[in-house]
């Protein structure tokens, strides 16, 4: 439907996104150990460490040789296995484009916490929707599904650039494609789309998230910002009437960097 390319909604409380990066870079590194592996290893990991609904509800045991890890974990181990390469590019890439500034919304602990949790929330509704599926499931996408929500919540009119139908690029506000494509996981999950997607996964992702970011949010940061009222409130400051504009010659603003930016930054 969509791909995102960057915005320019600079961070305002962190620093940097550690946590996403940190997300992002961990991701990639269990694809490429897995990858390297060999298939009969890769197997094996989908097995012993992806969600399994029939294992993890004890209607089935699974074969001692790919018991790794107790079940219950598999809730959050999954969300880190990647079927390929194009599988991980294109969560890690909604992670980058939007995981910032949830981070920076929440806080780096908090981030973690509530990317976790939509990772168990996306199993979770798969395991009730296939109690006794033994597919496993893996991939990110419960949690990125969690993440596009609570960017929706937060910071539905800022601008945002995606390549609409993988070649139309365009600049538009963050609340229609991001709608679109949340529309689009409700409509397949009710249709029954493609075996081969987890859209309950999904749907159980964008549930926590827009659930938990109400939860977790810094109370400074407003729901429903625009570019126009980004200037976040810290705790303890009151923002101030522009002063009058200067005869004297003023600095040149730096150029915006791509789609990221730091607290430091210049509007």
Not at 9 to 22: A, D, E, F, M, S
């Amino acid at each position: 439907m969509f791909i995102p390319l960057y915005d320019t909604n600079r961070l305002r409380h962190i620093k940097q996104q550690y946590v996403t990066i940190g997300l992002i870079a961990f991701n990639t590194l269990i694809y490429f150990a897995t990858a390297l592996g060999g298939e009969q290893f890769t197997n094996a990991a989908v097995l012993g460490l992806g969600f399994i609904p029939s294992v993890v509800h004890d209607s089935v045991e699974l074969a001692p040789q790919f018991v790794v890890i107790p079940e219950s974990l598999s809730y959050v181990t999954y969300s880190f296995l990647h079927a390929d390469i194009f599988h991980l590019g294109g969560n890690m890439l909604f992670l980058w484009v939007f995981g910032d500034n949830v981070e920076d919304a929440l806080g780096h602990v908090r981030f973690l916490i509530f990317y976790l949790l939509c990772a168990i929330a996306g199993a979770f509704f798969q395991g009730l929707i296939a109690w006794d599926s033994q597919v496993p499931l893996i991939g990110a996408s419960g949690a990125i599904a969690g993440v596009v929500a609570a960017y929706l919540i937060l910071y539905p009119r800022v601008k945002v650039w995606v390549l609409a139908f993988a070649r139309i690029p365009l600049r538009i506000p963050a609340f229609i494609p991001l709608i679109l494509w949340i529309l689009f996981q409700i409509v397949m999950f009710a249709a029954g789309g493609e075996d081969q997607i987890s859209w309950a996964c999904h749907v159980g992702g964008i549930i926590a998230g827009a659930v938990l970011v109400l939860i977790l949010r810094n109370r400074a940061v407003p729901l429903l910002a625009g570019a126009e009222e980004e200037a976040v409130v810290v705790a303890g400051q009151v923002p101030v009437a522009a002063e009058p504009a200067s005869s004297d010659p003023q600095p040149a603003q730096a150029a915006p960097r791509w789609g990221r930016g730091s607290a430091s930054s210049p509007d």
